[in-house]
């Protein structure tokens, strides 16, 4: 790769912070109530926003009646979007996809209303209560325009259309082709298909979206604080649609209590919170509760995938085929677009498999619903979960074990870099090795005979295996949504020495949970030569940090740490060259270790506090022309980026009383390239696994045919909890990638990987009933259906 | 998510309580543990003009031994049931089923004159004041009476109870058993049931002499099933029963669905509980 510099032979040598499990620096502040979220800022005498949002899916709004509202105790400001109308320009989320149509996002809803839960009118009080009291005082009158709930009912010819100057409700259409799947699939010994489905899912970080605007009267310049994971992006949208410089709008992501991708794309709210600041020329806060969260915030999956897959006899997949249709919601989100998700279902079907031919087309489809964005997985997990089922299905049809199936379908070590049917190109990564390392954690070949054991026993036992690859860390040369004109390729790291000898290093990615400011501190400790505890990370402020999009993509470790990286040798360099004139040895004698530098096989030392006196604060140390502040910047760009590979194996026992589906065994063997801190990607593990088994088991939002949620509660909308996630077993096979420091981006493939282990193994442990999974999540009530509907089949072949 | 307006008082005697009942006309609510009224505040489904707060009042928790009843008061905590070992000795049903009641959290806080007079259909307590045929007691602007479940659970989240009266006691008879089971299914450990029942048996010389049943989460409020006890009494004890049984339980019933549970799903539930149920009633022969 272009700018990439392998560790040298002393950096092996010394002992190393990268790799060792060090106990999280956020921690002691998060876990004794000591972090700051926004919600916790504090400026003065704030205003409070309370959002009335639409009870209809779809309504003409005729006539907004304020007046009485505008009169309430404590009441500052009621607007609706006429009243801003002036404030701002419409934000565009524009991608070079043909066959796209961009809505544009407003703050308020306009002419009309596309979902339950869209905001239509603000108002701004003293106090949140007064603000909600407020909101019952607002009469609108709305001539109702037809929900359209389901994506099948809004492409048929005489649907309603939600955005009139898109002339269709399919907002975005795609197909990608390689080869003659038609007579691959025609010449195909065994052909496996069906209609898969993943239902609409909510994110549900556990702090809901969050935004503080403060307002600076001395400047007309307004602080965002905002619980966002892409806070330069939020920064450079809303200063472009605001007309606001960015020496006038800073834009901070304080401590971020989890996204999951709910808090990665532009909110209509963070457009509307500094509209009224600005307005009012007072600082304004807003918070959602739970409702608002689940009903507004950006949703996941809700996808159909009919999907079919050719083997020949031998069992090797030989073409594949898919029509996706997505059920994207009302609006097509900045900077992502409705595009992300059901593009990349697409764009990742044949996973890490050598599939000869492929067709896969999607269709991305408005509805009166939140729109779907950016979901830890983004894509994958249906895409995983279609093929690992359509890989099952062949193994089955041609009584081939699962396991070996996939053995002669993925791409071999000697095979890399492989293009996909679909066109990804997966470098080096350990498919091969995953699948096997997972096998012998499972103990896969006892699972079996304790599964022969069971049924015979007449207990429903099954085995499910997943492998996924994905691309992360990726770099200029992929956009990471198709056709967006952002810069998602590089990011900067900025370390510096300041007078004091502190270390600060600045980053733009932003975490919400993953724990970089302890693993960017890891790296810039063992590549500057200090020591861990020495060095402060600072990340997610517009005026402290350089310009970065945010985390988001499995990106941060990979970018981030890799411009660390170099960074830390330039800054490394310069402190060479200053303890070289205060040591009188040549600079490349000279070695910095642990916050010293060491003229080599000498007990001559000076510290970084001795080398920064130096620099900034004595007049005749050193020659002027060495007096260069210590500080180093480096943009680093991955162009490709890398792939990152797991198998995920499930055992799991379905209660016939019940209906329950319990996980017995959980493993997960996973290639995340050089491991930073394994009790993270450890922890990365299992919170995406859990992830996963919400999707696989529990998580609907449900909407009826009025378009209202119906699942708007935590005691609706049903999540795991403790007892429902298993103890895992986590592999790690570590081989280097080919980026700086041979890291891979680990946050996602938790959810991606689990569902699709699981519904293979309820489908293994349903098998003897003739029963197919083709439906996320499984939850008890779809069991018991589908147990009661092979009820009679069985039945009829007991009798034979 | 804010409530609307109320006023609050925090009477320190059950008859300034009813008293603050009264002024406020029907409006007023009262508060014990808050664990399913401050929802309600905070969506504005409940809009009271005053809550009355019934913490301050002395005197309304205790479990007390009456021999043959155990009594409880109004604002004895779910914890200190789950926790007591009187409630495990005398009323062991009662203490297998405070385990299911939602979270610890909610457990400390929650009271039993607030869930009954809440009556969810799928919470523990009125089960289980229905399986023991408990006496309420209550107080109003006349003095106190007595009412027992079935008048008292009229619907789903509705009460026989006048504006102004208050639960204070809960008194259960201690059942003469000489084995018995509690069991439910929820979505998740601490959930609401999704079907649930408790049996009680009493071994005589020749079978069963008594019988209680209970169910819950399959009708608008929880269920004794009287004929459902009668038909058990009267059954052959063999390695049918249990099956017999359910199939006498599941005729009893007919559950609504919902979001959560279809209604054939929650009658395959309840009768594959009852067997399970009926067969640990059965094992512990005394």
């Known amino acids: 790769m272009n700018s990439d510099r392998r560790a040298g032979p002393s950096d092996v040598l010394r002992p190393r912070n990268v790799g060792a499990p060090i106990k999280r620096t956020e921690d002691p502040r998060l876990l004794t109530g000591n972090g700051e979220y926004t919600a916790d800022r504090k400026p003065d005498r704030p205003l409070h926003l309370a959002f009335l949002r639409s009870g209809q899916p779809h309504a003409r709004i005729a006539r907004i009646d304020t007046a009485a509202a505008q009169a309430a105790p404590g009441v500052s400001a009621v607007l609706t979007a006429e009243d801003i109308a002036d404030d701002f320009k419409p934000v565009i989320p524009f991608s070079r996809m043909p066959s796209y149509y961009a809505t544009p996002i407003v703050p308020l809803a306009s002419g009309k209303v596309r979902y339950v839960g869209e905001a239509v009118v603000a108002v701004v009080a003293t106090s949140r209560y007064l603000a909600e009291d407020a909101l019952e005082l607002i009469d609108v009158e709305y001539e109702p325009l037809g929900a359209i709930s389901r994506a099948e009912s809004a492409v048929v010819d005489d649907a309603p259309l939600l955005h009139e100057a898109a002339g269709t409700n399919v907002l975005i259409a795609r197909e990608f082709k390689k080869g003659d799947v038609a007579a691959d699939l025609k010449a195909a010994a065994v052909r496996v298909g069906g209609r898969f489905e993943m239902t609409r899912k909510a994110p549900l970080a556990m702090e809901p979206r969050s935004y503080t605007a403060e307002y600076d009267k001395r400047r007309d310049a307004i602080t965002l604080y905002t619980s966002s994971n892409i806070p330069g992006i939020v920064r450079d949208a809303v200063s472009e649609s605001l007309d606001l410089p960015g020496h006038r709008l800073r834009v901070v992501a304080p401590d971020v209590g989890g996204s999951f991708g709910s808090k990665g794309s532009l909110y209509p709210e963070e457009l509307l919170i500094c509209i009224t600041a600005r307005k009012l020329r007072r600082s304004v806060k807003w918070t959602a509760d739970r409702l608002e969260d689940v009903s507004s915030s950006s949703q996941a999956f809700a996808e159909v995938v009919d999907a079919e897959m050719g083997f020949d006899k031998n069992g090797v997949a030989t073409s594949l085929q898919a029509d996706v249709i997505g059920d994207v919601g009302a609006y097509s989100i900045y900077p992502w677009t409705c595009g992300l998700e059901p593009v990349q279902v697409v764009s990742f079907l044949p996973g890490p498999y050598k599939i000869g031919s492929y067709r896969g087309a999607v269709r991305g489809v408005a509805t009166c619903k939140p729109p779907t964005g950016p979901y830890r997985g983004v894509g994958r997990p249906i895409a995983t979960f279609v093929a690992e089922r359509l890989m099952d299905l062949g193994a089955r049809a041609l009584g081939i074990d699962p396991l070996e199936i996939r053995r002669r379908n993925l791409v071999r070590a000697e095979e890399f870099p492989y293009r996909i049917a679909s066109g990804i190109i997966w470098d080096k990564t350990g498919f091969i090795e995953c699948l096997e390392a997972a096998a012998e954690a499972a103990g896969y070949d006892q699972l079996r005979r304790e599964q022969a054991e069971a049924r015979n026993q007449g207990r429903l036992f099954g085995i499910g295996i997943a492998s996924y690859a994905e691309l992360t860390g990726i770099g200029s040369r992929i956009a990471v949504a198709p056709g967006m004109p952002i810069n998602t390729g590089s990011e900067t790291a900025k370390i510096t020495i300041d007078s004091t000898g502190a270390i600060t290093a600045a980053f733009g990615v932003a975490s919400h949970g993953q724990g970089l400011e302890t693993t960017l501190a890891q790296i810039v400790a063992d590549d500057l030569g200090a020591r861990f505890e020495d060095v402060r990370v600072i990340q997610g402020d517009s005026d402290e940090v350089p310009m970065s999009t945010g985390t988001y993509a499995s990106r941060s470790a990979v970018l981030g ?57 004595d007049m005749k140390t050193l020659p002027v022309d060495a007096r260069d502040e210590l500080s180093a910047t480096y943009t680093y760009d991955p162009i490709n980026g890398t792939t990152a590979a797991a198998t995920h194996i499930a055992a799991v026992e379905i209660d016939p009383a019940t209906c329950f589906v319990q996980i017995l065994k959980f493993v997960v063997a996973e290639d995340c390239g050089r491991i930073i801190n394994p009790m993270i990607v450890d922890g990365q593990v299992h919170g995406g696994v859990a992830q996963g088994i919400g999707a696989a088991l529990l998580e609907e939002l449900i909407y009826d045919e009025d378009g209202q ?33 041979g890291f891979r981006g680990m946050g996602e493939g938790g959810t991606i990987g689990a569902p699709a282990a699981i519904a293979n193994a309820i489908a293994d442990a349903l098998s003897p009933l003739n029963i197919d999974i083709s439906i996320l999540p499984m939850t008890p009530e779809r069991v018991f259906q589908l147990m009661e509907k092979a009820k009679p089949k069985s039945k009829g072949n007991a009798d034979e | 998510m804010k409530p609307a307006k109320f006023d609050y008082v925090s009477p320190s005697t059950v008859e300034a309580a009813v008293e603050a009942l009264v002024a406020s006309n029907g409006e007023g609510k009262v508060l014990a543990g808050g664990q399913s009224l401050l929802p309600l505040l905070n ?20 479990i007390e031994d009456r021999g043959d009843r155990i009594a409880i008061g109004a ?7 789950e926790h007591s070992p009187l409630i495990a000795s005398k009323l062991p049903v009662m203490s297998a089923a405070m385990r299911h009641v939602a979270h610890l959290a909610i457990r400390n806080r929650g009271t039993i004159g607030g869930s009954l007079s809440h009556a969810d259909p799928a919470a523990e307590l009125p089960m289980l004041a229905t399986f023991y045929d408990a006496k309420i007691l209550v107080q109003g602007p006349s003095g106190r009476r007595t009412i027992g479940p079935e008048e008292f659970f009229v619907d789903a989240l509705t009460n026989c109870l006048e504006p102004e009266e208050i639960v204070v006691e809960v008194e259960f008879p201690v059942l003469k058993q000489s084995g018995w089971a509690f069991e439910e299914v929820a979505h998740r450990f601490g959930d609401f049931a999704l079907a649930s029942i408790a049996v009680s048996v009493l071994h005589g010389p020749s079978g069963l002499e008594a019988a209680h049943v209970a169910v819950m989460g399959v009708a608008d409020t929880p269920r004794r099933l009287k004929e459902a006890e009668q038909a058990l009494v009267a059954m052959e004890l063999d390695d049918r029963t249990p099956d017999r049984f359910s199939e006498v339980v599941v005729s009893q019933v007919s559950p609504n669905g919902d979001l959560h549970a279809s209604a054939d799903y929650r009658r395959h539930l309840l009768g594959q509980l009852a067997k399970r149920a009926l067969q640990t009633a059965l094992a512990t022969k005394g």
Do not use: C, W
């Not at chain 1, 060479?576 to 003229?599: C, Y």
């Not at chain 1, 699942?711 to 403790?722: C, H, K, R, W």
């Not at chain 2, 969506?43 to 205790?62: C, K, Q, W």
């Open chain 1, 561 to 617: 740490g890799g411009a660390a990286k170099h960074a830390a040798k330039i800054l490394q360099e310069k402190i060479q060259r200053v303890a070289s004139h205060l040591l009188e040895a040549n600079a490349d004698d000279i070695e910095v270790t642990d916050g010293k530098a060491i003229v080599l096989g000498t007990d001559r030392m000076v510290t970084f506090k001795q080398i920064a006196k130096a620099v900034y604060s």
């Open chain 1, 709 to 741: 949620l119906l699942t708007a509660s935590l005691v609706d909308y049903v999540i795991p909890s403790a007892p429902e996630v298993p103890v895992m077993n986590v592999v790690h096979v570590e081989s280097e990638s080919a980026v700086t420091g």
């Open chain 2, 43 to 62: 969506f504005r489904m409940a809009r009271p003009t005053i809550l009355v707060d019934l913490n301050g009042i002395e005197g309304l928790s205790y």
């Open chain 2, 75 to 81: 604002l004895t905590r779910h914890r200190e049931l």
